[in-house]
């Protein structure tokens, strides 16, 4: 059962701290997508890589966040340094281009920043 | 630009009883739509699809949805519902000719169901 993996679940930091987040697509998917949900702001996406290029992150605050794709395997989204409202859930989602645009979704990384 | 709207963020109803989600999308293009369903401290998956063909579309655990082109719609209903059913509920739509791949969501409608 192919499912998208994210690590940590659950992340505790302290503001201004250096925060990593892992995620591994379904094998044979070339598009990675990264959201981020709030009560306040609902469900928002942050970035996306087709083929692990990016292809849009207007969505993220650049100074403070990142993603990339080392590997067709692992995408990363980083956060440094941290504040308390980038406290959230961020789900990383991945699809296969041109196939209907399906996108599956992982369990998330709960981030509390204090 | 694509949009979707869902007009009700909160929907209450008994056990048992039929509920409607409604969804409505803005778009200038032929579009894909999606039902996607978030159960509590999960991530959101797949209940249902629309790509083309027949406007009602079938999906996992009884719901279905139904596809007007001419009111720019796609409403998921469920005849009965159940206390599992108890999630938020995300509509979405997607261009299909974009190389992108992107999938706008809408602001989602929490179902909460009363025993």
């Known amino acids: 059962d192919a499912r998208v993996t994210q690590t940590p679940r659950h992340k505790v930091t302290e503001m201004g701290q250096e925060v990593t987040m892992r995620c591994q697509p379904i094998?044979?998917?070339?598009?990675v997508f990264w959201y981020r949900q709030t009560m306040m702001q609902g469900l928002e996406l942050l970035a996306y890589f087709r083929n692990r290029a990016p292809l849009d992150d207007s969505g993220m605050p650049k100074d403070r966040f990142s993603a990339e794709m080392p590997d067709a395997t692992l995408a990363t989204l980083k956060i440094q340094p941290s504040e308390p409202r980038d406290s959230a859930v961020y789900f990383c989602?991945?699809?296969?281009?041109?196939?209907?645009?399906?996108?599956?979704f992982g369990p998330g990384t709960r981030l509390t920043v204090l | 630009a694509q949009s979707v709207t869902q007009l009700d963020s909160q929907v209450p109803v008994f056990e048992e009883a039929p509920v409607e989600l409604r969804c409505n999308y803005s778009?200038?293009?032929?579009?894909?739509l999606f039902w996607y369903v978030q159960y509590p401290n999960q991530g959101l998956q797949l209940l249902l699809k629309y790509l083309s063909g027949s406007t009602l579309v079938k999906g996992i655990n009884g719901f279905e949805a139904e596809f007007n082109k001419s009111q720019t719609s796609f409403h998921l209903r469920k005849p009965s519902v159940h206390i599992s059913d108890t999630a938020e509920y995300f509509c979405?739509?997607?261009?299909?000719?974009?190389?992108?791949?992107?999938?706008?969501f809408g602001s989602g409608t929490r179902l909460s169901i009363r025993p």
């Open positions: 979405a739509v997607s261009d299909v000719d974009s190389s992108a791949s992107k999938i706008i």
């Open positions: 094998l044979g998917h070339n598009t």
């Open positions: 778009s200038s293009v032929s579009v894909y």
């Open positions: 989602a991945s699809g296969l281009s041109r196939y209907y645009n399906e996108q599956f």
